[in-house]
């Protein structure tokens, strides 16, 4: 059930918390195997990862998100130290061969690296609240443009958005709309 659940998604969204665990890193493997599009939300917590389990799991991913700040530790234990940003990307790239990489930098937006181009979005300032949801929605609504075959720019440009809506409201369930979405990439 679990297999054909993951096989018939569009998207298997898994992270690398789940393979602390040998039953569960298993799991995730097998389901690996039967995925169509898979991505990897890097959530490096320490002690619980390991550089050549996060190099495994790079390599099948089909698109690969990190924060910035693991990116750049990930790249430092690859031997791999530059502090710029593109730089860093490229290297994974060459890595994991995985054709697309997100790095997000918080309030300053994130960076979109695909076919080998980047799309730039520098955030939009909002009044922070509760930043509870805010990743998980930025994802969700970028895997959802990509999957959806919007530009790379305009989603990078949609995803900031709701993220920062996201993190302008109380709770991970915040009620935004298209409307308040592109009037915020309107400016």
């Known amino acids: 059930m679990l297999l054909n659940a993951v096989k018939n998604a569009n998207a ?9 665990n040998d ?14 599009y898979k991505v990897f939300d890097v ?26 700040d693991e990116l750049f530790e990930i790249c430092k234990a690859l031997n791999f130290n530059s502090d710029d940003l593109q730089k860093n990307i490229e290297f994974i790239f060459k890595k994991t061969n995985t054709d697309t990489i997100c790095v997000t930098k918080g309030g ?20 922070v609240v509760d930043t509870v949801g805010a990743g998980d929605s930025f994802l969700a609504s970028l895997i959802n443009k990509i ?12 995803a900031c958005a709701v993220g920062a809506l996201v993190a302008s409201s109380t709770g ?10 592109l009037e915020l990439i309107k400016g």
């Not at 298997?12 to 602390?20: E, P, Q």
């Not at 999957?147 to 949609?158: G, V």
């Not at 991970?172 to 979405?181: M, P, R, S």
């Open 12 to 20: 298997f969204v898994f992270g690398s918390l789940i393979a602390r």
């Open 23 to 36: 039953a569960s890193y298993s799991t995730l493997l097998a389901l690996l195997e039967v995925a169509s």
């Open 147 to 158: 999957l959806k075959k919007e530009t790379p720019q305009n989603a990078i440009d949609f």
């Open 172 to 181: 991970a369930n915040a009620k935004i709309t298209n409307k308040a979405i």
């Open 108 to 127: 300053d937006g994130a960076i979109l690296y695909t076919g080998k181009t980047f799309y730039n979005n520098k955030g939009y300032k909002v009044e």
């Open 43 to 68: 959530n490096l917590r320490p002690p619980h990862y390991k550089i050549s389990v996060l190099v495994e799991l790079m390599q099948k991913a089909d698109f690969i998100k990190f924060n910035d």
